[in-house]
């Protein structure tokens, strides 16, 4: 008898001791603190790999999905949820195919050295070969698409009909590091979004010498080439008017005497009280940034991040100070949500930053925690920035020789998308409960 309680005895001391790793390893997934300090980079933001590998599930190679034909459209858009135009996704147009475009983009990212040599020589370099090997953590179920082809943007507007969409874009004749013109791409967006009743927002990158002038240019040229499109977004503001709306990425890289002389009423290139005049998104990073961002005459911050700590900006619990500061300086509050961060695929010594998903728990976190915080505008990080590990969009399980892909399972493709609708309707029931 008591050899059978000493053996009762180490089972229940196993099982505690069992309970106790998971549960550290559980917490260790969503740190708030943020592991780089000042010397990284912050537009840090375009490929993961190499997270997970205790969840990873091995399963047969992909059997690609199909974009679905528009068959009998009016019938199918009665089945959709209403769009919500008070969340927004950031949404990427930079992938490219041979079929489409002649040759893979982005798809095919290079693997990024870290900026200490040191540390570099550890880890591997090189370039993705498509179209097994991609620069991402998960697949896409449309495989390495192209951001040309006609099918998958109408698949992904299908996929997308619950937010407005945010679309990067780069001047004309301007381009990312990696990827090709965005620009002439934006006529087919505006198109495919109309089709299924969604708006577009302008997510201005930062150019090479962006300042007030050719930003004023800029702002003009949008409004005068795709401002009468019925898919163009306006934000209604708390007088009434109608004005779109512009996210600028990295806007901290230009002082706030540069942006007053674009958003003050007395700047030298105001486009205030003009045909152009529009309501200006900051990118909130550091603390200080919240008064550079008043001061500089924007009409409200937007955080970007999916890396719950890795910024103030980004890290949750501070999102309701941030939203007291910006009620009382008439600005317009947008918190940034994400369903996780991978980036190892691309930068693969960056595994600090990952952040797991947890089966959608993580997504559902972040976006509890935006409503709580009673915004104007939640956005999402991000539709389908494949590199990053942030994206909703369908994905798929995936093995190509020793690489096994990350994928939403037990869960089905569209679980993001479905999490994205439920959230997307009960922060709309909450707003209407703000303003009763």
Known sequence: MARFRRKSCFVLIALALVVFIITAILKSLSPEENNFGSQFPLRLIPPPRGMDKDIKVVVKPAQMMQAEKPDNLENKMRDFPEPNYNVHAFYYVWYGNPQFDGKYVHWDHHLLPHWD??????????????????????????????????SVLE??????????????WYPRSMKDDNGEEIDNLLPLIL???DKYQLKVVFHIEPYKGRDDANMRENIKYIVERYGNHPAFYRY??????????????????????????????????????????????????????????????????????????????SSHHN??????????????????????????????????NTRNRINGRYYENALNAAVAARPQIISITSFNEWHEGTQIEKAIPKTWGKTVYLDYLPHKPSVYLELTQKWARKFSEEQKKWLE
């Open 319 to 352: 999102w309701r100070s941030i939203k007291t500061f910006c009620d009382h300086n008439d600005l317009v509050f947008i918190p940034s949500i994400g369903p996780g961060y991978i980036d190892t695929s691309i930068r693969p010594w960056n595994s600090q």
């Open 191 to 193: 198109d495919a979004a």
């Open 155 to 168: 698949e992904h507007m299908r996929q997308l009909r619950t937010a407005a969409v945010a679309v990067s």
């Open 117 to 150: 040599p040191k540390v570099a020589s550890g880890y591997p370099t090189g370039q993705h070969q498509p179209p097994d090997d991609i620069g991402a953590n998960f697949y896409p179920a449309l495989g390495p698409y192209s951001s040309r082809d006609p």
């Open 236 to 313: 209604k503001t708390s007088t009434g008017k109608l004005l779109p709306l512009y996210y600028i990425y990295d806007s901290y890289l230009q002082t706030s005497d540069v942006w007053e002389q674009l958003l003050k009423p007395n700047g030298i290139s105001t486009i205030r009280d003009t045909p152009y005049d529009g309501i200006f998104i900051a990118l909130l990073v550091e603390e200080k940034h919240k008064n550079d961002i008043q001061a500089a005459g924007f009409d409200g911050l937007y955080t970007y991040f999916a890396i719950n700590g890795f910024t103030y900006g």
